[in-house]
């Protein structure tokens, strides 16, 4: 098995050891990068299948590095960084990372989460060619696109995975815990529940004739979320 290309940006030496250091047996050929402008042009040069970056990163951030990859591809994203605030993860999110992790980080966890995102990213090239949908919303899976009243909306990859998990639970009641499981990949007792609520409201925005009075995504006060009635 060809071993993947991992592009790692961080200014920091001591955790591009650490880093190298953790994933040294799986096999995965680590590539650095010491600011935001060298890790676009290594990402536009080598064949790379996941990229971590850092989000305070010399001559351009990892928030913009993310935001200049997501425009032209799905790649799985993950952010680590010292930033641990609320609004630092959201922000993330909406740049369009795939996941968040805060430094210090646990090996095993970053391993499993490398893992995770691999594994989804290889589940969805291979998805058949069909089609998940509810009244005029239309999420079509093998071209990872969204319509709502025939208009094509614009999702970033985490709003995708939400709304996918919705349709395909349609009409169940599905837990902010359920949620962070099995779309975050945080472990039940892990993750912040806020981000759920932020992630929904962006998402309807979007997708919602009207966004005060949601039609498709219902809040099921003290249970969670569901799709339809």
Request: charged share 25%; hydrophobic share 40%; glycine share 4%.
């Amino acid at each position: 098995m060809e071993p993947i290309n991992l592009l790692f940006a961080d200014d920091d030496a001591d955790i591009q050891q650490i880093v190298e250091f953790t994933l040294r047996d799986e096999n995965i050929n680590l590539i650095f990068a010491e600011n935001g402008s060298q890790a676009l042009t290594l990402w536009r040069t080598r064949n790379v299948q996941i990229l971590i970056l850092d989000i305070m990163m010399p001559l351009i951030d990892g928030l913009d590095v993310c935001k200049r990859v997501r425009q032209l591809s799905d790649v799985p994203i993950i952010m680590m960084t010292a930033k641990d605030q609320e609004q630092d993860i959201i922000n993330a999110f909406d740049a369009g990372a795939d996941d968040y992790i805060v430094k210090p980080f646990i090996p095993k966890e970053l391993i499993s989460r490398i893992r995770m995102l691999l594994y989804r990213n290889m589940r969805q090239r291979i998805s058949p060619n069909r089609q998940l949908a509810f009244n005029s919303l239309v999420l079509d899976l093998e071209k990872r696109r969204v319509t709502s009243s025939e208009k094509c909306v614009q999702v970033t990859p985490l709003e995708y995975r939400l709304l996918k998990y919705l349709m395909q639970n349609a009409g169940v009641v599905i837990s902010k815990e359920n949620l962070l499981k099995n779309v975050w990949g945080y472990a039940e007792s892990n993750g912040d529940t806020n981000l759920i609520e932020a992630t929904i409201r962006r998402l309807r925005k979007k997708v919602e004739p009207d966004p005060s009075q949601p039609r498709y995504i219902q809040t099921i006060w003290g249970a969670g979320y569901r799709l339809g009635d």
